[in-house]
Each structure stands twice: as C-alpha cells, then as structure tokens.
C-alpha cells in the first residue's frame, strides 16, 4: 500500500515526548505537516484529544492512518472498533509501523482487534497496580493525598464563622468542598489558634 500516510503520535502527560514517535512517522514516510500530536492524554479514551481529532479529519479515501505503536492510538475495545469501523468506511487503511491493515479484511480485523485487547488489558493492568500501590502507601500512611488548598480570605472566614459558632464543622465542609480534617486543621492547626 503505498497511499499517503497521516500520522498520529501521543504521550500520556507533559512530561512524555514524542521526539522518538515523530522520528519513526517520519521515517515511514509521513509527512512532517501531517503528523498530528497529543501530549498529556491517556489513550483509554479519545474524547477531548485534538490531535486525534484532526488526524482523522486529515484522511481522505486512499489514505493511511499510521501509528507506531497500537497503544498510542487507543487502549479501550469499544473506542478502537469505532474509530476503526470508521476509517474503513472512509476507505482509510491502518497502518502500524511499516505494515498496513485493512479493517474490512477478516485478518487485518481480527490482528486489530487483538491488539486493542491487549492494550486495554495493559492499561487495565497499570491501574489495578497504581491502586493496589496507593491502597498500600494509604494503609501505611505515606499517601495522605492532595491537601487542599484554600485562599486565605476562606480560612479567615472559616476561622470567624467556627469562633462565633455560625455554622457547623460538616456544613463549612460541604461549603467549601474540602473535608471535615481540612477544616480542623484550619480552625485548630499550630499555625491557626482558635
């Protein structure tokens, strides 16, 4: 298959690049202004990426959608199969580093969506571990979680409102959106002397 080729390269957080994806598109053939990029998405869903988006925008009958690796493009069945189903009816091939896939042929489907399978069984796989991890460091008490953070003025206004016994613990909570043990430290920490 020798159709114009249409890349896609993502990385899960900001921190991720993808110099070594770019260079892989390039070197397949893709042209620089065709290589579309998410960075900071995960790929267990495609709403909301726009690179994702224009890439699909950017194919035309003919073309192909190429990827270097199956993961970069989706980790969830259902999304896969969609964007998939849709790119064929497109008359789009798939191309996974230097091979392509046709999604219409029983093969290439069924090689897709194998490793759809799997790249969602492997994102599955990292969150069980992340929680399991955080389950454990929580038990040990080395996870307390992102601390709240409050401007000021609200901890002055909580401090006020506790002293004159206007509302109670559960409802300056709720107001605030934070948890009670936030407003205890606010009212009673070393730092905030009732």
């Not at 002055?156 to 016994?165: T, V």
């Amino acid at each position: 298959m020798n159709g114009t080729r249409v890349g896609y390269a993502r990385c899960s957080t900001d921190e991720q690049d993808v110099i070594i994806q770019t260079e892989q598109l390039l070197t397949l053939g893709v042209p620089q202004d065709r290589i579309y990029i998410d960075r900071g998405f995960s790929g267990t869903t495609g709403r909301n990426r726009a690179g994702l988006e224009q890439a699909l925008a950017a194919v035309w009958d003919g073309t192909v959608f190429t990827v270097t690796k199956f993961d970069r493009f989706a980790r969830n069945m259902a999304e896969a199969n969609d964007l998939l189903t849709d790119l064929s009816s497109r008359g789009v091939h798939f191309g996974l580093g230097a091979s392509v896939y046709d999604w219409s042929d029983p093969f290439g489907r069924l090689f897709l969506q194998t490793l759809a399978m799997v790249a969602e069984f492997e994102a599955n796989i990292g969150h069980q571990r992340t929680h399991e991890g955080m389950a454990l460091a929580k038990k040990d008490g080395n996870l307390k979680g992102k601390q709240p953070q409050l401007p000021e003025s609200a901890r002055r206004s909580i401090r006020r409102r506790h002293a004159e016994g206007e509302v109670s613990l559960a409802d300056l909570a709720t107001e605030y959106s934070v948890g009670r043990s936030t407003i205890h430290r606010i009212i009673g920490g070393p730092d905030n002397p009732r």
